[in-house]
T-cell receptor, first 112, second 113 residues
Framework: GESVGLHLPTLSVQEGDNSIINCAYS??????FIWYKQESGKGPQFIID?????DKRQGQRVTVLLNKTVKHLSLQIAATQPGDSAVYFC???????????FGKGTKLSVKP | KAGVTQTPRYLIKTRGQQVTLSCSPI?????VSWYQQTPGQGLQFLFE???????NKGNFPGRFSGRQFSNSRSEMNVSTLELGDSALYLC????????????FGSGTRLTVV
C-alpha cells in the first residue's frame, strides 16, 4: 500500500526566512497531493493542493512542488512569520486506496 | 458558512466503556471521513461514508464503527474502550465522492483512563 515518508520531524527558521518542508510517497499511481497546517488544539487546515498533471502550484506565500520521477513533494513558505509556527502534514490520495494517507508531520518553529 | 462541527470537544471515559462521537459536515457535503490522530502513529484513516454507505474502511478492529444519517451527519462509536484508544478523533467532509474540498473539524479529544 501507499506510504508517506517524512524527511524532517522538526524545522526551526528565523522570521523572514524561507522554509522548505519535504515529503516522499511510495505509490506512483497517486494523483492528488495536499498540504495541511495544524495548530495546537485545532484540526488540520488546508493550505494548498496539487494534482499529478502539474509540477508546481503557487498560493499566497506558499508554493508546492511535485517531482513525480522521484515521488517527492515539497512545500515552500516565503518570508516565514511567527503565525506560520505549526505542524505541517503532506497527504497523498490515489492508487488503490480511497482515502488520504498522511505523513507524520514536520513541526515548524519560527524564531523572532 | 459553518465548518465541520464535532461534538463533544473533550471526553474522558473509563476503560471498558463505550463512546459515541458526532460530526456535522459542511452544509451540502455528502462525504464524511474519520481519522484517529496519536503522537506515535500520526493520522490514521478509520472509515468513510457517502450517502449513508460506508465506502472505505481502515485497519482498525471491529470495536470501531460508524454510520451516516440521511442529513449527512455522522457518528462513530468505540466499544470496550482501551487505554490505547486515547487520541484526537478528526472528522472531515467533502462535497462529493472524491476528496477534493476536504475540510477537517477541530476534533474530539478522547482520554481513556
Amino acid at each position: 500500500g501507499e506510504s508517506v515518508g517524512l524527511h524532517l520531524p522538526t524545522l526551526s527558521v528565523q522570521e523572514g526566512d524561507n522554509s522548505i518542508i519535504n515529503c516522499a510517497y511510495s505509490n506512483s499511481a497517486s494523483d492528488y497531493f495536499i498540504w495541511y497546517k495544524q495548530e495546537s488544539g485545532k484540526g488540520p487546515q488546508f493550505i494548498i493542493d496539487i494534482r499529478s498533471n502539474m509540477d508546481k502550484r503557487q498560493g499566497q506565500r506558499v508554493t508546492v512542488l511535485l517531482n513525480k520521477t522521484v515521488k517527492h513533494l515539497s512545500l515552500q513558505i516565503a518570508a516565514t512569520q511567527p503565525g506560520d509556527s505549526a505542524v505541517y502534514f503532506c497527504a497523498v490520495y490515489g492508487g488503490s486506496q480511497g482515502n488520504l494517507i498522511f505523513g507524520k508531520g514536520t513541526k515548524l518553529s519560527v524564531k523572532p | 458558512k459553518a465548518g465541520v462541527t464535532q461534538t463533544p470537544r473533550y471526553l474522558i471515559k473509563t476503560r471498558g466503556q463505550q463512546v459515541t462521537l458526532s460530526c456535522s459536515p459542511i452544509s451540502g457535503h455528502r462525504s464524511v471521513s474519520w481519522y484517529q490522530q496519536t503522537p506515535g502513529q500520526g493520522l490514521q484513516f478509520l472509515f468513510e461514508y457517502f450517502s449513508e454507505t460506508q465506502r472505505n474502511k481502515g485497519n482498525f478492529p471491529g470495536r470501531f464503527s460508524g454510520r451516516q444519517f440521511s442529513n449527512s451527519r455522522s457518528e462513530m462509536n468505540v466499544s470496550t474502550l482501551e487505554l490505547g484508544d486515547s487520541a484526537l478523533y478528526l472528522c472531515a467532509s467533502s462535497p462529493g465522492q472524491r476528496i477534493y474540498g476536504y475540510t477537517f473539524g477541530s476534533g474530539t479529544r478522547l482520554t481513556v483512563v
